[in-house]
């Protein structure tokens, strides 16, 4: 990719994950430009956390379209304005079409909060307790259309404790989020880790079980 990788960031909530991004810039430990910041919900605090950085965002709100083919191309049409090269999806709630994903194709990233392919979807942390996984985490991903099955780029793991509450641990691996997520970017970013024929590559070799950071 370029030395200055154009990055569109979409969320739907908090945006502790867009901040981790904002603070690895700031901090000069990661080289991208965040040109823009869409949010499919008016309310999410992540459209603030933005407006504070000088960031530009945009709001397209989901339940003003009739479907979701209809919200992605609306979508679409708004980031053509900012040429991305990398897309950065940070709690965004929506699933994507087809019609997004080719036309972004390998340069779409997702975080999800668990330690895939174990518990695609929602309420990870709870089912990782309630079956009694020793250790959980997050997984950084290229986005495909199997919903969080993409090529796995990078993880981080950390050892349930014992009593922990979900809400604890939701915590915990939001930390490990902050760390990996700038990190996979970083590596996405500078073409160490790259997508082509539908798998992830990092060195320029297959990479079918991604690095794993203990924390
Ligand atoms: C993260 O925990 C991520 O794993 C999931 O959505 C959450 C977003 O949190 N995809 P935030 O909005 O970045 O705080």
Not at 40 to 53: D, E, I, M, Q, T
Request: glycine share 6%; hydrophobic share 35%.
């Amino acid at each position: 990719m370029i030395k200055q990788c154009k990055t569109a960031i979409l969320i739907s909530g908090s945006g502790s994950n867009l901040q981790a991004f904002i603070d690895a810039i700031k901090e000069n430990n990661l080289n991208l430009d965040i040109t823009i910041v869409l949010s499919n919900n008016p309310n999410a605090y992540g459209l603030k956390r933005a407006k504070s950085a000088g960031i530009k965002t945009i709001c397209i709100q989901h339940s003003k379209f009739e479907n979701r083919e209809s919200l992605d191309k609306a979508v679409i049409k708004e980031l053509e304005n900012y040429e991305p090269d990398l897309l950065i999806l940070a709690g965004f709630m929506r699933i994507l079409s087809p019609i997004f994903i080719r036309k972004y194709s390998g340069k779409i990233l997702n975080i999800h909060p668990s330690l895939l392919p174990k518990y695609p979807g929602l309420d990870t942390h709870q089912r990782a307790l309630d079956a009694g996984e020793k250790w959980h985490g997050s997984t950084v991903h290229f986005v495909t259309a199997d919903l969080d099955c993409g090529p796995r780029i990078l993880q981080g793991r950390i050892t349930i404790n014992p009593n922990e509450t979900s809400e604890e641990l939701k915590e915990r691996v939001q930390k490990v989020e902050h760390y990996i997520y700038p990190l996979a970017a970083k590596w996405v970013a500078s073409d160490k880790a790259t997508f082509k024929n539908g798998e992830c590559w990092i060195d320029g070799k297959i990479s079918r079980k991604p690095p794993l950071i203990n924390f």
